[in-house]
T-cell receptor, first 118, second 111 residues
Framework: DADVTQTPRNRITKTGKRIMLECSQTKGHDRMYWYRQDPGLGLQLIYYSFDVKDINKGEISDGYSVSRQAQAKFSLSLESAIPNQTALYFC?????????????????FGPGTRLTVL | DQQVKQNSPSLSVQEGRISILNCDYTNSMFDYFLWYKKYPAEGPTFLISISSIKDKNEDGRFTVFLNKSAKHLSLHIVPSQPGDSAVYFCAAKHSNYQLIWGAGTKLIIKP
């Protein structure tokens, strides 16, 4: 079973619709991240959370919101989707410094959600 | 302003030869560097990393070299195998644990 899962894997929606992307992890990590990838660009950080009560904006948070429902769940919402939010979205997790899950510098990724906004 | 740059969008290498992937960065405060590998329809997977206090780290066929004065790192794969065909991302870590990513290099290993 995958350690980091994302649902849905693919989604096509229309401009103005509200969309939620979900991420679950079984790695026991406290830290979770949402990234987007556009063609020809690296991953850009949207939001990150270091524990259930902690939410931080990343490089490109405008137009997005997140919810950390539990240690294992981190969801990303597009309140009113627009075409330039068409991209590949990745969720990732990492351990806490001093944790037992390996190097805390490594991030572990889900398989991605391909979102198309028409 | 791209803080991490991978200037080669793609690289083609003969099977069995050495693959060298390059990455340049601009921020001298980065303290840790990572290489990730990505296959189509999958998320990136961690490959190898190096701390800024080292200049080389080796793991099997993979070696990462760091030249801090030039703000340059490279990933060497020897020998290259068909399964190495993938997109390789270089990432650099801020002290606040955020990763800054390069645009990736698509490596194609020719049989």
């Amino acid at each position: 079973d995958a350690d980091v899962t994302q649902t849905p894997r693919n989604r096509i929606t229309k401009t103005g619709k509200r969309i939620m992307l979900e991420c679950s992890q079984t790695k026991g990590h406290d830290r979770m991240y949402w990234y987007r990838q556009d063609p020809g660009l690296g991953l850009q950080l949207i939001y990150y959370s270091f524990d259930v009560k902690d939410i931080n904006k990343g490089e490109i948070s405008d137009g997005y919101s997140v919810s950390r429902q539990a240690q294992a769940k981190f969801s990303l919402s597009l309140e009113s989707a627009i075409p330039n939010q068409t991209a590949l979205y990745f969720c990732a997790t990492s351990d806490t410094p001093g944790g037992v899950g390996g190097s805390y510098n490594e991030q572990f990724f889900g398989p991605g959600t391909r979102l198309t906004v028409l | 302003d791209q803080q991490v740059k991978q200037n080669s969008p793609s690289l083609s290498v003969q099977e069995g030869r050495i693959s060298i992937l390059n990455c340049d960065y601009t921020n001298s405060m980065f303290d840790y560097f990572l290489w990730y590998k990505k296959y189509p329809a999958e998320g990136p997977t961690f490959l190898i990393s190096i701390s800024s206090i080292k200049d080389k780290n080796e793991d099997g066929r993979f070696t990462v070299f760091l030249n801090k004065s030039a703000k340059h790192l490279s990933l060497h794969i020897v020998p290259s195998q068909p399964g190495d065909s993938a997109v390789y991302f270089c990432a650099a870590k801020h002290s606040n644990y955020q990763l800054i990513w390069g645009a990736g290099t698509k490596l194609i290993i020719k049989p």
